[in-house]
């Protein structure tokens, strides 16, 4: 499968922007245009944001990041992850994960990259856990739950 992770830029964020997730999703994730915005302007997490790609069509959205907070340096999040509603249950989701997971690898600096989603995404919480996430608890601020991902060493 092509699953390619872009950047978002001036020429692209639109694409971004207007993707949704399905409606009954919606209390599941934060919006694209909110994580845009954080991308933006909470520069100390040092936030990316990415198009999920098929072939050439955006068909999810990626932001990560650092937990400034957590005094983590070692550590990567995945702050949101979703796939369009009319592209999901084609397996991009898990192919753009595990490429995230092997490009995070590859860049040798992290041991370890965390994950979060809301209590009742069960969906999320199997797509995770089948990876390789293991979950840890609770993020009490987010009210979400946390799941970590162990990198192996590069040596």
């Known amino acids: 499968m092509s699953i390619t992770l872009k950047p978002i830029t001036a020429e ?11 409606e009954h999703q919606q209390n599941l994730i934060a919006s694209n245009p909110h994580s845009l ?15 999920i790609y098929h072939t050439d069509t955006m068909v ?13 340096p070692d550590t990567r999040w995945i702050f949101r992850f979703m796939i369009g509603a009319d592209y999901q249950q084609n397996g ?29 995404n069960h969906v999320a919480k199997a797509l995770y856990e089948s990876i390789g996430f293991v979950e840890i608890g609770l ?17």
């Not at 990626?62 to 400034?68: C, K, N, P, Q, Y």
């Not at 993020?139 to 040596?155: C, F, G, P, R």
């Open 37 to 51: 915005v954080q991308v933006m302007y909470d520069l100390p997490y040092q936030n990316k944001a990415s198009g």
């Open 92 to 120: 991009y989701g898990r192919t753009a994960l595990k490429q995230y997971l092997a490009q995070t690898q590859a860049e040798s600096q992290y041991r370890q990259i965390k994950i979060s989603y809301a209590p009742q």
């Open 60 to 72: 999810g959205f990626m932001m990560t990041g650092m937990a400034i907070q957590d005094n983590e």
């Open 12 to 22: 692209n964020w639109r694409e971004a922007y207007n993707l949704k997730v399905k």
């Open 139 to 155: 993020h009490e601020e987010w009210n979400e739950l946390v799941a970590v991902y162990t990198l192996t060493d590069n040596d």
